[in-house]
């Protein structure tokens, strides 16, 4: 068992107590990493004490659980359903069949479809605020310690254990902590370790848009002059056809199209996009935040190992943000499942740097990867345009060639063929 029954409630301040692994945020990572680790002590029969520190919960102005939606490529749904999560979210998913890309102003354009890969779908898209209340439905029925809402104020380093102090006055001390924290996070701070960024001079807009017709599981993504255009299949409400936006611009158009008036907004999308998805009649709210690949060069620290946005955040261009956060997840996992069949310490140099050996592949080639596609597609310098619409064109000139998209467009690690998937599910 990983805990005591009935372990998940609430601390009393001022409560200290011991636990093996620490987990810092508990949003989609945080929450993710808990469930599976849990999974993993009842199915090994170990002892595994698991903390969960979340300041807010869902549905309580949660910034990790708003109203964004995310797409989960079919690899991570595969990842999902091994670590015993994507049972708790199965039904919440609307399905992407094809995806259409296009260049804005030129000839290249290219699509992806399911079909050919002899799969029902490329992925799914999410309502990150059903997501956070499916997640912590089930955490209150696991054997994992929640405590929320409740924030770390302070850490304190030690050799066998680190000693976190909350806001409620409660203090933890943590074999192994991860941070979960997202781009600002608190245990990086306390550390003081280093984030590298690459500013690309752009923003995001974010929100939900109602068009005049069926999406029938397509996505879109749209390169323009200013930054791509990424457009999601939501599920329907009330009869309405719903898409989830994504629109990176300068940071000064962003601020305005974030306030403008709605009806100038729709205009502007529609002009931007064109009418592939048909006639865009709504927006909902608007947010903006600045785009930055973020990275922490080791994202491992003595008794310490971050995961997701906390150990990197990825422009939106691909998607790929949560698909190579749970990749982090995957294989901290694997590390401590190790780690309690040898019987070690789960916070020891070794397990860390097993970690730091699994995830440094996989993260360096993505980085570079997402890098290049924005500056690529972020650019009109003639030359790259011209290139860069010679190679959609002969995608969809030459299918062969898009199996290695559609491989990391689904989240496949390197080396995984498309013919060794699983099907996804609604």
């Not at 929320?148 to 680190?162: F, K, M, V």
């Not at 860390?352 to 993505?366: G, P, S």
Request: a neutral charge; charged letters at 20%; glycine letters at 10%.
């Amino acid at each position: 068992m990983s805990g005591d029954a009935g372990s998940n409630q609430s601390t009393s301040p001022l409560e200290t107590f011991e636990t093996d692994i620490a987990i810092v945020g508990g949003a989609m990572a945080g929450a993710t990493l808990a469930l599976a680790l849990d999974k993993l002590a009842a199915e090994l029969g170990k002892s595994l004490r698991i903390t969960l520190i979340e300041a807010k919960r869902p549905g309580d102005e949660h910034p990790g659980f708003d109203g964004r939606a995310i797409a989960v490529a079919e690899g991570s749904i595969s990842e999902l359903k091994r670590l015993g999560v994507w049972r708790h979210l199965n039904g919440l998913g609307t399905a992407i069949t094809d995806i259409h890309v296009s260049d804005k102003g030129h000839f290249g354009m290219t699509e992806l479809g399911s079909k050919a890969f002899g799969l029902p779908c490329l992925g799914q898209v999410v309502e990150l605020e059903a997501v956070g209340k499916a997640l912590f439905a089930a955490i209150e029925k696991s054997q994992i310690r929640c405590l929320c809402p409740d924030s770390l104020q302070r850490l304190e380093a030690g050799q066998d254990a680190h000693t976190l102090v909350l806001a409620s006055g409660a203090v933890v001390k943590a074999k192994l902590v991860v941070g979960a924290d997202g781009l600002g996070s608190a245990v990086r701070r306390h550390f003081n370790l280093p984030l590298e960024q690459v500013d690309f001079g752009q923003s995001a807009v974010i929100a939900n848009v109602a068009v005049d017709r069926p999406h029938n599981h397509w996505a879109w993504e749209r390169f323009t002059g200013s930054g791509p255009l990424a457009l999601l299949p939501m599920a329907n409400i009330q009869g309405q056809h719903r898409l989830s936006l994504v629109w990176a611009m300068p940071p000064e158009d962003a601020g305005y199209y974030h306030h403008c008036d709605e009806a100038e907004f729709v205009s502007a999308l529609q002009q931007a996009f064109g009418y592939r998805a048909g006639q865009f009649t709504a927006a909902g709210s608007r947010h903006s935040y600045e785009l930055k690949l973020s990275w922490m060069p080791r994202p491992i620290h003595h008794r310490c190992v971050f995961v997701g946005n906390a150990a990197q955040t990825l422009h939106p261009i691909a998607g790929q943000g949560f698909n190579l956060g749970l990749r982090d997840i995957v294989d901290l996992v694997a590390v401590i499942k190790q780690a309690l069949i040898d019987n070690d310490d789960i916070g020891d140099i070794r397990q860390l740097h097993a970690y730091l050996r699994l995830r440094e592949q996989d993260r360096r080639e993505t980085l570079l990867a997402i890098e290049s596609l924005v500056r690529g597609f972020s650019n009109q310098y003639w030359p790259l345009v011209a290139g860069r619409s010679l190679g959609l064109r002969l995608l969809s000139w030459c299918p062969p060639l898009k199996a290695p998209l559609a491989s990391r467009a689904m989240g496949w690690r390197r080396g995984v063929r498309l013919s060794t998937v699983s099907p996804c599910e609604d």
